[in-house]
């Protein structure tokens, strides 16, 4: 780090913070590629329950807490492994 805060001419606690700006506009344009406010689940061939659940999800979502939406989000990356790929 020190060759790095002598290259870039700023001090070890400046260089530190430029480092966390950076991974919040990492965490940014993360969120932004990811970001779709009007998604359209597309249940075509899928379970009469695949289609259940998005609507639930659509009719609910609002009323969800951050807590909740958290434990969703969990869920869906622990199980991401065992989710078909749809090309």
């Known amino acids: 780090m020190a060759s790095r805060t002598t290259e870039l ?4 606690a400046h260089y530190w913070t430029l480092q966390c700006h950076m991974d919040d506009a990492e965490e940014l344009l993360r969120l932004a590629r990811l970001s779709h406010p009007r998604v359209t689940v597309d249940t075509t061939g899928l379970s009469p329950r695949a289609t259940e ?15 909740d939406l958290e434990r969703l989000s ?12 749809k090309e």
């Open 9 to 12: 001419g700023v001090s070890p």
């Open 53 to 67: 659940l998005a609507n639930r999800l659509a009719a609910s979502i609002s009323r969800l807490c951050e807590r």
């Open 74 to 85: 969990l869920i869906l990356e622990s199980d991401s492994d065992m989710l078909p790929i």
